[in-house]
C-alpha cells in the first residue's frame, strides 16, 4: 500500500462525501446514508475545522478532523482531533496512526502542548491503537445533546 498522507481541500469532497457516509453509518449503526458531496465541501471550507486525508494509490481512504486551539493552562495551543476515519478496506495498514503521527508534526511546528481526542468507549479496535502511541488523559468527557439530527 502506497500511502500518502497530507491536508485535503475542496478538490477532495467528491472522495471524502463517501467516506464521511461510511462513518456515519458505522457510528450510527444505521442504515447507511447516501454521501453528502454538499456536506462535503462545507466541511472542507470551513474556517474552523482542518481535515487531513490519507490516499493509497490516490484514493483517498482515510480522514481525521482537527482544530487548533487555544489551550489556556499552558499558554499554547493544542491541536483537538474531532474524528478520525479509515475505511474498512484500508484498516490494519497503519493508515489511523500515520494520520496521528502526521498531526504530531503538525503540532510540533505550531507549538502545540499536546494533541488530543475522544474516541467512543465502545471502538475497541481505535482504542487498541490509542493505548499503543498515547498515554490516556487525566479527564473524563461529558455530553450535552442539543440537537439531535435525524
Given at each position: ?22 462513518y ?26 482542518e ?46 496512526r ?25 471502538n475497541?479496535?481505535a ?24
Open positions: 500500500m502506497q500511502l500518502t498522507i497530507g491536508k485535503i481541500g475542496q478538490e477532495s469532497a467528491h472522495q471524502l462525501a463517501p467516506l464521511i457516509a461510511a456515519a453509518q458505522e457510528m450510527r449503526r444505521g442504515a447507511p446514508r447516501r454521501p453528502d458531496e454538499y456536506y462535503a465541501e462545507l466541511l472542507l471550507a470551513d474556517p474552523t475545522a481535515l487531513l486525508g490519507a490516499r493509497s494509490d490516490g484514493a483517498l481512504v482515510g480522514f481525521a478532523i482537527f482544530f487548533d486551539l487555544p489551550e489556556t493552562i499552558t499558554g499554547h495551543r493544542a491541536g483537538q482531533i474531532d474524528d478520525i476515519y479509515v475505511a474498512p478496506s484500508a484498516r490494519d495498514h497503519g493508515v489511523g500515520r494520520m496521528i503521527e502526521q498531526l504530531v508534526e503538525i503540532g510540533r511546528t505550531r507549538e502545540w502542548a499536546h494533541l488530543r481526542w475522544l474516541v467512543p468507549e465502545t475497541t479496535a482504542i487498541g491503537l490509542y493505548e499503543q502511541i498515547a498515554k490516556p488523559a487525566p479527564w473524563k468527557s461529558y455530553s450535552i445533546p442539543i440537537h439531535e439530527r435525524r
